[in-house]
């Protein structure tokens, strides 16, 4: 069965630094997708970024960027610039191509030092 | 502004007692899932429905049942709610796949659910 491992329960950085969030899976599958989800502390579950396994380039949207490692089965999450509003909880996740349900970690919580 | 809409945020039940959450959506998904949060755990799967009428079981299903009589609405039911029920329920809605592209999926704010 897949599984999505987030090895950071919790982490803390600086404003306006840069912070990396690990996480790995394992799946026999070649066709997959992966996703940062962020629920700040509203719950709201927002999707911060997605990523095709087909795909070898790096997915990035503004300052959250991706390193897609499909060998080593890695997806880390780089927060660029970090802000105050980006203190949540972060879960990484994954779903097979041919079904849509959707395995998630169990999450790291990022503080936000001003 | 697309939607899904749980119908309580927070909720407090009686040990035994039926509990019915609701979630509904707008946005003509096929696919609905329920999910369990706690923390350290993660969110786990219970239920989900790829169509009206139809349910499949997730990871952890025992202790619930589901609902979909329309394709806009998914209701989980607790037949008799006990104590280790007690939890965060999160709700979403997805599109399934579009060709070689998913969205993921639109969740609700999610429900806390205490049972005493």
């Known amino acids: 069965a897949q599984t999505v491992t987030q090895s950071q329960p919790e982490m803390s950085v600086q404003e306006a630094e840069t912070v990396t969030l690990s996480c790995t899976y394992d799946t026999s599958e070649s066709d997959y997708y992966l996703f940062w989800y962020k629920q700040p502390p509203s719950r709201q579950m927002i999707l911060v970024i997605r990523q095709e396994a087909y795909k070898q380039q790096n997915a990035t949207e503004n300052r959250f960027s991706v390193n897609f490692q499909k060998a080593a089965k890695s997806f880390s999450l780089k927060i660029s610039d970090s802000q105050l509003g980006d203190a949540a909880m972060y879960f990484c996740?994954?779903?097979?191509?041919?079904?849509?349900?959707?395995?998630f970690g169990k999450g790291t919580r990022l503080h936000i030092l001003p | 502004d697309v939607k899904v809409t749980q119908s309580s945020r927070y909720l407090v039940k009686r040990t035994g007692e039926k509990v019915f959450l609701e979630c509904v959506q707008d946005m003509d998904h096929e696919n609905m899932f329920w999910y369990r949060q706690d923390p350290g755990l993660g969110l786990r799967l219970i239920y989900f429905?790829?169509?009206?009428?139809?349910?499949e079981k997730g990871d952890i299903p025992e202790g619930y049942s589901v609902s979909r009589e329309k394709k806009e609405r998914f209701s989980l039911i607790l037949e008799s709610a006990s104590t280790n029920q007690t939890s965060m329920y999160l709700c979403a809605s997805s599109l399934g796949d579009r060709g070689l592209y998913h969205y993921g999926y639109t969740f609700g704010s999610g429900t806390r659910l205490t049972v005493v």
């Open positions: 996740a994954y779903k097979e191509g041919r079904d849509d349900k959707i395995i």
């Open positions: 429905s790829y169509d009206v009428k139809m349910k």
